[in-house]
């Protein structure tokens, strides 16, 4: 089956390849350099997947399916939230924004020594100009005190799931991509598609 995935970051990219299996051939906006990237304007993850997804299914026939996601942090309350790729401005690398995490966790430490964050990832389905589907998923665990691990991408090297003493950035694809919270939506992905895929 072939599997559009309206991102530019080729880490989600492989994600979604590994998750899937090799039943998926999937494609990505890095192959139509066209497209205009969508501004990110909605509040939630869920708004920001659906203007991603529909954005891309007016220029990509069939169904496409986009993903977005980001970090929440208890002690920033909830930071940086939909803001993760731009935490340290537009277009900062991800260890600027990985940086900017662990000083602001620094100044609050007095008052709110806690680390629990929780990765989040809204996928939206659409074809044409509709939406079909939105799925949403979670996985939880702490801000670790320094970065650790070279594996996956973002802020998975302060990222610790619960359950775990390493960082997925440490624990590597086969340990992120089976509990990650990417991983979760796309089982939900993974049903629908069967679902829309059956005759009726
Ligand atoms: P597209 O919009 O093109 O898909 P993007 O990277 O800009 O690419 P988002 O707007 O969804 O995507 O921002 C996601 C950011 O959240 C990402 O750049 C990371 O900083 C962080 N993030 C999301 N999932 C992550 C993961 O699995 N591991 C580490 N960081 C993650």
């Known amino acids: 089956m072939d599997l559009f995935v309206a991102t530019r970051n080729a880490h989600k990219t492989a994600e979604f390849a590994q998750i899937l299996g090799p039943e998926f051939v999937v494609r990505d906006l890095r192959t139509i350099p066209e497209a205009v990237p969508v501004e990110e304007?909605?509040?939630?993850?869920?708004?920001?997947?659906?203007?991603?997804?529909?954005?891309?299914?007016?220029i990509v026939p069939g169904v496409v399916v986009a993903d977005d996601s980001g970090l929440e942090v208890d002690a920033l309350n909830g930071a940086p939230g939909v803001?993760?790729?731009?935490?340290?401005?537009s277009?900062?690398?991800d260890v600027e924004n990985v940086n900017k995490?662990?000083?602001?966790?620094?100044?609050?430490?007095?008052?709110?020594?806690?680390?629990?964050?929780?990765?989040?990832?809204?996928?939206a389905v659409a074809r044409g100009g509709e939406v079909l589907a939105s799925f949403?998923?979670?996985?939880?665990?702490?801000?670790?005190?320094?970065?650790?691990?070279v594996s996956g991408f973002g802020y998975d090297p302060v990222f610790v799931p619960q359950g775990y003493t390493?960082?997925?950035?440490?624990?590597?694809?086969?340990?992120?991509?089976?509990?990650?919270?990417?991983?979760?939506?796309?089982?939900?992905?993974?049903?629908?598609?069967?679902?829309?895929?059956?005759?009726?």
């Open 41 to 58: 304007t909605g509040s939630t993850f869920e708004e920001n997947a659906i203007l991603k997804a529909l954005a891309a299914a007016a």
């Open 83 to 89: 803001y993760s790729a731009r935490y340290a401005g």
């Open 91 to 93: 277009g900062a690398p």
């Open 101 to 123: 995490l662990l000083r602001d966790l620094a100044v609050v430490e007095r008052t709110k020594p806690e680390r629990m964050a929780r990765f989040c990832c809204a996928l």
């Open 136 to 149: 949403t998923a979670t996985s939880e665990g702490h801000i670790s005190h320094a970065p650790a691990g």
């Open 166 to 200: 390493r960082t997925f950035a440490e624990l590597g694809p086969d340990v992120k991509n089976c509990l990650s919270h990417r991983a979760k939506a796309i089982a939900q992905l993974r049903e629908y598609l069967r679902e829309l895929a059956e005759p009726l």
